[in-house]
């Protein structure tokens, strides 16, 4: 397969491809307009990635692993890369919105790490969604109801190597625990997250957002 190059708007053929679950090799090139070239067994690899994904790539000559979604146009064959699992499901689950393409759904993966994503979509925070450059009020509002209750397809995101825990924020890792601790108890994914959405406050641990949710359910 030849180095792909810089895609054209976002008009799609078909849903994201399943070819390719991952790369790995050594960096050629990085760039700041999140531009990736990785080298595999010789071939280069040109691949659009995330601004979060961008940090994380290590430039010290390392093997680098990268998970990738091909996505297929009218007219070409475009890679997107992602530094784990977590952040191309959340790649897909984006591209799942009506009028969500995948120009957008990098842009709000370069905006927000995964598990503050998690967050921003368990609490319906369009504002937040609407900070997002190339999402309107109507695509936060979209992007928010359609998701909310979608959440847990997204699995954690691995932390920074060396930094074990710490890529998750205090509040998502509130807002997620609460979460799931509704489900257990037998309420419905969309109905915890409702109940999540109104009574979240920056701060609140997850023991007392659990309380406060179930006062809202019962």
Not at 106 to 127: E, G, I, Y
Request: aromatic share 4%; charged share 25%.
């Amino acid at each position: 397969m030849k180095a792909l190059g810089a895609p054209g708007p976002d008009r799609r053929s078909q849903h994201p491809g399943g070819m390719y679950d991952f790369l790995r090799g050594s960096v050629a090139a990085l760039n700041n307009q999140g531009q990736l070239s990785l080298e595999v067994n010789g071939v280069g690899y040109s691949l659009r990635i995330s601004e979060q994904c961008r940090k994380r790539i290590p430039l010290d000559g390392s093997t680098v692993t990268v998970h990738v979604r091909l996505i297929v146009r009218e007219d070409d064959l475009v890679l997107f890369g992602f530094q784990d699992a977590a952040e191309r499901a959340a790649f897909d689950l984006l591209m799942s919105v009506q009028q969500v393409g995948p120009s957008v759904a990098l842009a709000v993966l370069s905006h927000f790490p995964v598990d503050d994503l998690r967050r921003v979509l368990l609490t319906k925070d369009t504002a937040a969604l609407k900070k997002v450059k190339g999402v309107g009020p109507k695509s936060a509002e979209r992007i928010a109801l359609e998701l909310a209750d979608k959440v847990e397809r997204i699995p954690e995101s691995l932390p920074l190597p060396g930094q074990a825990g710490a890529a998750r924020s205090p509040q998502a890792a509130a807002v997620a625990e609460a979460h799931r601790a509704l489900v257990v108890l037998g309420f419905s994914p969309k109905d915890a997250t409702d109940a999540l959405a109104k009574v979240a406050q920056p701060g609140i641990g997850g023991e007392e957002l659990l309380r406060a949710a179930l006062g809202v359910l019962r």
